[in-house]
């Protein structure tokens, strides 16, 4: 024993022993912690080894501020920032039994409702054993204590010190690039919190949710409530009036968005090579079934933020930003969005969608926009054979959706998000007897298999509505949240539309994605009106007999005879009625053919000036500024998604008591 103690005592004087061995210990700590308490769906053996290796540049950063002293100061500092990392670990694990998510900056400075929500409660989140998270800190700490680390008296040179800070900063290019080839656009995209932490690691992830409020914090405190001023100014002079056929037509009455993952307008009444038809029951809505009308010039918007994207025009009428979802960058904006809108009219609101609630942030930009109630995939059966890629099959999700939509209170505003058709497409062999494409590319080929399954969940579900006595009294607004198929794909593209290539005049018409209303008792149709997904918003508000006009929107009601035919996109295309300016070319909608860039001049100037005021309001947070007469902006700590949510709910979440609701 004597020996050991003598031994040990021999190692760790030597200059860099005690700053490795606590380097080490919390590394191998931190590992542990990742593989029993947290779920982060590791999955591959690179990210096997990235979680293994993601430790130990924040490891070496902030351990590395102590090297800077000498002795027995180093020593304490060593074992105070153990204590401080490991505590913030800690809080994590006891965060995460009670979330499932991590604790980001926001979620601890603004009352979301998320830290209140564990209360008195944080107590029974605390096991015995959890003092094991700190035994790293604990060895360090007696090591000093006991006098087996001896400080040395010795200071690091410079080289050693730089040489720590520079290891710190080269292993975490390796992790980023490595995380990157895994999971490209990590970091412009954001999907979400799990897949930060599983590749780049808990310490990692603070530091890049620090500097991402910080950011936000600065573009926002540069704004004040002159900026609003043009910006409504424009809008207002924008504003399309109702048409009389439509305005209305909806009052009072129910409402269900679905987005249908990846369809485009391509798909629609396209035939296989065999004559079969990929979306049967879509087709038939295309010809007005079911009171429906069907937009074929509708295009997406999106940018990085894919499903969120769309989600966030469809409610705000506002655009997605150039660079970054907007759901994860600006999630605790101030928004007037519909469900705010609407819930503040009496009516109950839900969203639905078989994936963890964190996914694009959703939990947290859920309640900005005024949703009461989120059921993810809690909710849901999500047994192996119900789920599929990220979450729950289209069939078994809409059929256990069909409870929980009769039971909301009436009337409704409702979003189911679909998930089947997602890029790879595969399908399980079960789920389908429709025979995949045969064109060259397997995503290609599975896409219409995965699509057409799709069109049977819809079906199914349009046949439970009408059982459940829901279908006459609810406007159903289906869309395609964005392309399936990006530009990789257009070589089998060209062989399914049977075209020599696909040139950038066609790509941009592949962005058209499907866009269907069904009004109860009003005929519907195809109709040729250009449009895109900002356009949504004050279509169905014109429908419900609500007038926008003293709200901010850049989309213009689709059913308006002033509507505006002009569709920005985020990577600078503008498509009208007439023309589409891609890649900076003017090209004629007729034929495809080339024009004179001047006369594109006057949309693309319109299309920025929109975009950029878009940009505006969301980077200054400029809602909090303005107030529509009757909006009352949703109060973010009353809502919560963590209490048991089959119970009809009071519906007062959004709404706090001093407000009446109309
Ligand atoms: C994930 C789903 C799909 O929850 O919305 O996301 P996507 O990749 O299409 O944006
Ligand atoms: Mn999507």
Same mark, same amino acid.
């Not at 609003?228 to 269900?256: C, H, L, R, W």
């Given at each position: 024993?004597?020996? $050991? /103690?003598? =031994?040990?005592?021999? *190692? ?7 700053? #490795? !061995?606590?380097? +080490?210990? %919390? ?33 070496? $950063? /902030?351990? =590395?501020?102590?090297? *800077? ?7 304490? #500092? !060593?074992?105070? +920032?153990? %204590? ?33 929500? $564990? ?544």
């Amino acid at each position: 024993m004597k020996q $050991l /103690f003598t =031994g040990g005592q021999r *190692i760790l004087t030597k200059k860099y022993a005690f700053f #490795l !061995l606590t380097v +080490i210990l %919390f590394w191998l700590k931190t590992y542990f912690v990742y593989l029993t308490q947290f779920n982060l769906g590791v999955n591959d053996k690179m990210q096997q080894f990235l979680l293994f290796l993601n430790p130990v540049s924040s490891a070496l $950063l /902030f351990f =590395g501020i102590a090297i *800077i002293f000498k002795g027995r100061l180093q020593q304490w #500092l !060593l074992i105070i +920032i153990n %204590f401080v990392l490991s505590f913030w670990l800690y809080a994590n694990i006891v965060y995460y039994r009670f979330f499932s998510d991590f604790i980001t900056f926001s979620t601890m400075t603004q009352s979301t409702g998320n830290a209140g929500d $564990l209360g008195g409660s944080i107590a029974s989140l605390m096991n015995g054993y959890d003092v094991l998270f700190f035994i790293d800190t604990l060895i360090v700490l007696s090591l000093v204590l006991f006098r087996i680390a001896r400080p040395s008296a010795e200071r690091w040179n410079i080289r050693a010190i730089f040489t720590v800070f520079v290891s710190a900063v080269m292993v975490f290019i390796v992790n980023l690039s490595l995380a990157e080839t895994d999971r490209p656009e990590l970091l412009s995209r954001t999907f979400d919190r799990n897949y930060i932490v599983k590749y780049l690691g808990a310490y990692n992830f603070a530091i890049y949710d620090t500097i991402q409020n910080a950011r936000s914090n600065a573009q926002r405190a540069m704004a004040d409530s002159s900026d609003i001023n043009d910006i409504q100014n424009f809008t207002k002079s924008n504003f399309a009036a109702p048409n009389p056929n439509y305005y209305a037509k909806a009052k009072g009455m129910n409402v269900i968005y679905i987005s249908l993952e990846s369809l485009q307008s391509f798909a629609i009444n396209y035939k296989m090579p065999n004559g079969q038809e990929v979306t049967p029951f879509l087709n038939k809505l295309t010809a007005g079934a079911d009171d429906t009308t069907y937009f074929k010039n509708f295009y997406h918007q999106t940018g990085s933020g894919k499903t969120s994207d769309a989600e966030f025009m469809m409610e705000n009428s506002l655009f997605p930003l150039s660079q970054g979802p907007v759901f994860q960058m600006k999630g605790l904006n101030t928004y007037q969005a519909a469900p705010a809108m609407m819930n503040q009219r009496g009516y109950e609101t839900a969203v639905f969608h078989g994936n963890v609630k964190s996914f694009w942030n959703r939990d947290q930009m859920y309640k900005s926009l005024g949703y009461e109630r989120f059921f993810d995939s809690k909710y849901y059966d999500m047994s192996a054979e119900n789920t599929k890629n990220y979450g729950m099959k289209d069939k078994p999700f809409l059929k256990e959706t069909i409870p929980y939509l009769s039971n909301l209170k009436q009337p409704f505003y409702s979003k189911l998000i679909l998930l089947s058709n997602h890029f790879p497409f595969g399908m399980d062999k079960e789920d389908t007897t429709f025979q995949p494409g045969d064109f060259g590319d397997s995503v290609v080929n599975n896409y219409f298999q995965s699509a057409n399954y799709m069109d049977q969940a819809v079906e199914q579900f349009f046949t439970d509505l009408k059982k459940a006595g829901l279908f006459d009294n609810t406007v159903i607004i289906m869309y395609g949240d964005h392309y399936g198929l990006s530009e990789n794909h257009n070589d089998a593209m060209a062989k399914v539309l049977g075209k020599d290539e696909i040139t950038p005049f066609d790509n941009a018409q592949l962005q058209k994605v499907p866009l269907f209303i069904h009004i109860p008792k009003v005929a519907g149709g195809t109709v040729s009106t250009y449009g895109g997904e900002v356009d949504v918003r004050p279509t169905l508000m014109s429908l419900l007999g609500i007038n926008t006009k003293n709200y901010i929107q850049f989309g213009t009601d689709l059913f308006s005879k002033q509507h505006r035919q002009i569709i920005p996109f985020r990577n600078g295309d503008v498509i009208t009625n007439k023309y589409s300016i891609v890649g900076g070319n003017v090209y004629a909608n007729n034929d495809g053919k080339k024009v004179e860039d001047s006369l594109g001049k006057p949309y693309e100037d319109m299309a920025k000036k929109m975009l950029d005021y878009s940009d505006k309001v969301i980077y200054g947070d400029l809602l909090r500024f303005y107030h529509p007469k009757g909006f009352v902006a949703p109060d973010v700590s009353k809502i919560n998604y963590n209490t048991d949510q089959k119970i009809p709910p009071d519906s007062n979440y959004g709404v706090s008591s001093t407000q009446t609701k109309k």
